[in-house]
Nanobody, 127 residues
Framework: QVQLVQSGGGLVQAGGSLSVSCAAS????????MGWFRQTPGKEREFVAG????????LYSDSVKGRFVASRDIPKNTVYLQMNRLKSEDTGVYYC????????????????????WGPGTQVTVSS
């Protein structure tokens, strides 16, 4: 049982940077892989990035690889997504999620592997 609270995001011009964070309340995330997804109206939820339980391994979708960086601060019980060189197609609501797969691997692209989701944070990139 965990609640995820998100912050960050906002509005930026193409080429700029934004970050989003995801903090757990009441329970540590230290033993869980985490993932980031995004969604826009009328489109399917899209995997963005994953990070393993220690923060030592990450996984990125091809569309964001080389631009986005996932990290985590275990003492603060928080995961982060730094988004650089943003494009208009990066616009959407970004969700963090906790993986239910007990593995040292990063959170993967299958949404069915996640058992807890944050409320979402809006990211808007203007051209």
């Amino acid at each position: 049982q965990v609640q995820l609270v998100q912050s960050g995001g906002g509005l930026v011009q193409a080429g700029g940077s934004l970050s989003v964070s995801c903090a757990a309340s009441g329970r540590t995330l230290a033993n869980y892989a985490m993932g980031w997804f995004r969604q826009t109206p009328g489109k399917e939820r899209e995997f963005v990035a994953g990070i393993n339980w220690s923060g030592s391994a990450t996984l990125y979708s091809d569309s964001v690889k080389g631009r986005f960086v996932a990290s985590r601060d275990i003492p603060k019980n928080t995961v982060y997504l730094q988004m650089n060189r943003l494009k208009s197609e990066d616009t959407g609501v970004y969700y963090c999620a906790r993986s239910r797969v007990l593995s040292p691997a990063p959170g993967g692209s299958d949404a069915a592997d996640y058992d807890s989701w944050g409320p979402g944070t809006q990211v808007t990139v203007s051209s």
